[in-house]
Nanobody, 118 residues
Framework: QVQFVESGGGLVQPGGSLRLSCAAS????????MSWFRQAPGKKRELVAT????????DYADSVKGRFTISRDNSKNTVYLQMNSLKPEDTAVYYC???????????WGEGALVTVSS
């Protein structure tokens, strides 16, 4: 069955860094585009970053461009989100997502809490 193990969340001060990891199993990871979404309390879930199946293309929400970097290692079935210069407004639960392009197949991780506070 499809499983995700998300790690790397936690409490960090403004201006700090964190790296989220999402290790996947149960599907052909290298055939899926991977994304990170986030949901802050009382707000809708929003797309943060996306990377294509081969890792050749990435895209980011305007709010995180220049601060966050998405990457993947298909040999480890893992996607990462490096978050630098964190702001209090980055506080949210971060979810990894796998999407098979051209289909409706869509899988979600369980979420990792990131809290940016002094």
């Amino acid at each position: 069955q499809v499983q995700f193990v998300e790690s790397g969340g936690g409490l960090v001060q403004p201006g700090g860094s964190l790296r989220l990891s999402c290790a996947a199993s149960g599907f052909t990871f290298s055939s899926y585009a991977m994304s990170w979404f986030r949901q802050a309390p009382g707000k809708k879930r929003e797309l943060v970053a996306t990377i294509t199946s081969a890792g050749s293309l990435t895209d980011y929400a305007d709010s995180v461009k220049g601060r966050f970097t998405i990457s993947r290692d298909n040999s480890k079935n893992t996607v990462y989100l490096q978050m630098n210069s964190l702001k209090p407004e980055d506080t949210a639960v971060y979810y990894c997502n796998a999407r098979r392009v051209g289909t409706t197949i869509n899988y979600w991780g369980e979420g990792a809490l990131v809290t940016v506070s002094s």
